[in-house]
Antibody, heavy 118, light 110 residues
């Protein structure tokens, strides 16, 4: 069955970078876009951007432009989200989600907690 | 891009109906028929409940319905059940390959 399995929790120092992975299985990885959504503790969902695995083309929310890089490795059906220059405000659970072809997010990873603290 | 506006909380008794609103602008909710709704239980990943404004994915009970008028979308849950208690988020396509979420609504089943 379809699964998106994300990497584990991370603790980072302010100013550092973090790279979260999202391994897909149960479908053809290159046929669907992958989105990244984050959720700060006790807060709402925030769309960060998406990557098109087949081409590598990315689209980012303006808020993260210049600080986020989304990539994919089709050989291992895995998408990545790297966020740099971390601050405490970046402490969040980061979710990957598969585009459902209806401008929706049909399937989600389990989330990866990134904590930023000195 | 500003977040869509949702009520912070709504509540209802089992068997009753509740409606959650989601207000955006003409550049997101009002501009596209690509509004989605997600249900999120504590500590879990969101689950798609509605896509294309009013369509239900396979497996979502027909107690969940949705609509849109102008810049405001709405999700209605009828015949409330205890398991419906969760956070609900609307989301809209906002053009130029970007999306925007609402702030979320906590549904309490009394």
């Amino acid at each position: 069955q379809l699964q998106l399995v994300q990497s584990g929790a991370e603790v980072k120092m302010p100013g550092a970078s973090v790279k979260v992975s999202c391994k897909a299985s149960g479908y053809t990885f290159t046929d669907y876009y992958i989105h990244w959504v984050r959720q700060a503790p006790g807060q709402g969902l925030e769309w960060m951007g998406r990557v098109i695995p087949k081409s590598g083309v990315t689209h980012y929310a303006q808020k993260f432009q210049g600080r986020v890089t989304m990539t994919s490795d089709t050989s291992i059906s895995t998408a990545y989200m790297e966020l740099s220059r971390l601050t405490s405000d970046d402490t969040s659970v980061y979710f990957c989600a598969r585009d459902g072809s209806h401008y929706d997010f049909s399937d989600w990873g389990q989330g990866a907690l990134v904590s930023v603290s000195s | 891009q500003s977040a869509l506006t949702q009520p912070r909380s709504v509540s209802g008794s089992p068997g009753q109906s509740v409606t959650i609103s989601c207000t955006g602008t003409s550049t997101d909710v009002g501009g596209y028929n690509f509004v989605t709704w997600y249900q999120q239980h504590p500590g879990k990943a969101p689950k798609l409940m509605i896509y294309d404004v009013a369509k239900r994915p396979s497996g979502v009970p027909d107690r969940f319905s949705a609509s849109k008028s102008g810049n405001t979308a709405s999700l209605t849950i009828s015949g409330l059940q205890a398991e419906d208690e969760a956070d609900y988020y609307c989301c809209s396509y906002a053009g130029s390959s970007t999306w925007v979420f609402g702030g979320g609504t906590k549904l309490t089943v009394l």
